[in-house]
T-cell receptor, first 112, second 112 residues
Framework: GQQLNQSPQSMFIQEGEDVSMNCTSS?????WLWYKQDPGEGPVLLIA?????ELTSNGRLTAQFGITRKDSFLNISASIPSDVGIYFC????????????FGKGTRLSVIA | DAGITQSPRHKVTETGTPVTLRCHQT?????MYWYRQDPGHGLRLIHY???????DKGEVSDGYSVSRSKTEDFLLTLESATSSQTSVYFC???????????FGSGTRLTVV
């Protein structure tokens, strides 16, 4: 089946640093989404991207839909302690009722 | 918060017993999904539904069955629980195939 390769698996950063993570695939996706999961909770949608090349911001978060439709990245600027969590990318395949495909997540730790 | 609730939130059960997890939504969304989350594996799709009585298998469906007799409820059943099914189970809903998912808070299941 289709797979998303998400990297890095984990990151330890200092408060105030910028963060970058990405997802790649050998398959084309129509939609890319980024989720954040806080401990003990379900993932929450951060940003949705619907067009190749699209660059979208949500506060300190910026995400881009790759021009080839096979990748996406998420940047977090000026990290703060509440950014801690697991970040998941997800891609919507091209056709039918096929559900989202999720990456395995990037675990972010912020050191104050 | 979106109207999605999972029950129970925590359950401990014995190997070989049947277990049913419930996902209830008040959003009248067409699509519902069951995922399991395990360390190192991210979110893996178990089963999903694209309408009442319309369901399909995900990548890790063995040992699980689902039912959706009305729009608001999606039940996940472990016919005979095994220790390998110890996991955190998440339900998600979506109003359309290309939209983002809204996740429940999860059910932590332990099979002893």
């Amino acid at each position: 089946g289709q797979q998303l390769n998400q990297s890095p698996q984990s990151m330890f950063i200092q408060e105030g640093e910028d963060v970058s993570m990405n997802c790649t695939s050998s398959s084309i996706f129509n939609t890319w989404l980024w989720y954040k999961q806080d401990p003990g909770e379900g993932p929450v949608l951060l940003i949705a991207l619907y067009k190749a090349g699209e660059l979208t911001s949500n506060g300190r978060l910026t995400a881009q839909f790759g021009i080839t439709r096979k990748d996406s990245f998420l940047n977090i600027s000026a990290s703060i302690p509440s950014d801690v969590g697991i970040y998941f990318c997800a891609g919507q395949p091209d056709s039918g009722n096929t559900p989202l495909v999720f990456g395995k997540g990037t675990r972010l730790s912020v050191i104050a | 918060d979106a109207g999605i609730t999972q029950s129970p939130r925590h359950k401990v059960t014995e190997t070989g017993t049947p277990v049913t997890l419930r996902c209830h939504q008040t959003e009248n969304h067409r699509y519902m999904y069951w995922y399991r989350q395990d360390p190192g594996h991210g979110l893996r799709l178990i089963h999903y539904s694209y309408g009442v009585k319309d369901t399909d298998k995900g990548e890790v469906s063995d040992g699980y069955s689902v039912s959706r007799s009305k729009t608001e409820d999606f039940l996940l059943t472990l016919e005979s629980a095994t220790s390998s099914q110890t996991s955190v189970y998440f339900c998600a809903i979506s109003g359309d195939r290309a939209g983002g998912y809204t996740f429940g808070s999860g059910t932590r299941l332990t099979v002893v």
